[in-house]
């Protein structure tokens, strides 16, 4: 029997990223009790993830533990995403024209965080330790980008780039943070990505990209591959009777439910078109396994700019719930085959 093809794929949903990191840093521990010299990464062949999700797959990519994941949050979150007034009060009606926020402090954050883990070195998609795949939007062109690891003879560029932008690349949601635009120059080449934004827009649940990347890039069959989905909270949006233009800030400001929507949308239709395409592939013999946790927040969802101590306290806890529950589930699922 072939070896399974095991794939992590990590939901975008900003700061309720501690949710899945909260899962992995217990799951790292649970299996270090019996390969304590294995990183997290040495677990999975490919690990697909959107925005939140996007900056988790590279730092586990990188070795670095997922403990220091949560502590991350914890750490960053005020820096990464202020109380909105603190932006908009200065810049008077700036707020109209541009983000929420900058991306400039996750920028510098990230590259800091990333380089660390690299030995002091700006690490690029190259030295990642394992295949990855990050979707996000080249609004330069208009087309979706899937930012990969050099793991195909096709993949002839993306390696390059370093790991901190593509990153920051697939976490630029609109109107939470600008598009981002960036130069790189190195060793291996040089170039410009213009106006990347928010892979959530498309993939914010990349496992069917990373079913796709198994059997029509890596040539896997579908028996072949044993997929982890980890998401970030699915929250209940119910939408007020009555709505006319003059509500736009309803939609848009400073909570930007449309997106949250969107994002939330897309990854419950994902999930619904794995389920039917895994029973599709059980009828011919084919069935693959996966596995989806995800926790249900109900209306009392999170923001995806929450940042304040008793939130990131609750998205802890929920990572925690999700864990105790869970845990024996994935385990067993890592084992199968």
């Known amino acids: ?36 010299h294995k990183k997290l990464y040495e677990h999975f062949d490919l690990i697909c993830g959107t925005s939140t999700g996007s900056i988790l797959a590279i730092a586990i990519a990188l070795g670095i533990p997922a403990s220091d994941l949560v502590k991350f949050y914890y750490d960053h979150a005020k820096v990464i995403f202020p ?43 190259k ?14 062109d208009g087309q979706i980008n899937i930012l ?12 390059k780039l370093p790991a901190h932008q593509v990153a920051l690349s697939s976490a630029s949601a609109p109107v939470y943070f600008p598009p981002h635009t960036f130069s790189f120059s190195n060793e291996y080449g040089s170039g410009k990505n213009v106006n990347m ?6 993939a914010n649940n990349p496992s069917l990209i990373g079913i796709l990347e198994a059997t029509e890039k890596l040539g896997h069959s579908f028996s072949e591959i044993s997929l982890l989905s980890l998401g970030t909270g699915r929250g209940k949006h119910i939408i007020k009777t009555g709505w006319k233009p003059k509500d736009i800030w309803y939609w848009l400001f400073p909570k930007p439910r449309l997106l949250d929507i ?67 589930e994935i385990i067993n699922h890592l084992k199968t085959k």
């Not at 030295?127 to 330069?140: A, E, S, V």
């Not at 990969?148 to 390696?159: A, F």
Request: hydrophobic share 35%; aromatic share 8%; charged share 30%.
């Open 262 to 328: 969107i994002l939330d949308s897309q990854s419950q239709i994902t999930e619904q078109y794995i389920n039917f395409l895994k029973r599709t592939c059980e009828k011919t013999g084919n069935g693959f396994d996966y596995l989806r946790i995800q926790y249900d927040l109900g209306g009392d969802t999170i923001d995806l700019n929450a940042s304040s101590k008793k939130d990131l306290d609750r998205l802890e806890a929920i990572g925690d719930e999700l864990a105790k529950n869970k845990l024996t």
């Open 127 to 140: 030295d990642l330790k394992t295949r990855i795949c990050i979707p996000t939007f080249n609004g330069n």
């Open 1 to 36: 029997m072939s070896k399974p093809f095991k794939i992590l794929s990590i939901d975008g949903g900003g700061i309720r990223g501690l949710i899945p990191a909260k899962v992995l840093m217990e799951l790292e521990r649970e299996l270090q009790k019996t390969s304590p």
């Open 83 to 125: 109380k909105w007034y603190l932006k908009v009060i200065p810049r008077g009606v700036r707020v109209f024209v541009s983000s929420i926020y900058s991306n400039k402090p996750l920028q510098k954050t990230l590259e800091k965080v990333f380089t660390e883990a690299n030995g002091g070195k700006i690490p690029l998609l």
């Open 148 to 159: 990969k690891t050099q793991h195909h003879k096709e993949y002839l560029r993306d390696y």
């Open 197 to 202: 934004i928010d892979g959530g827009i498309f």
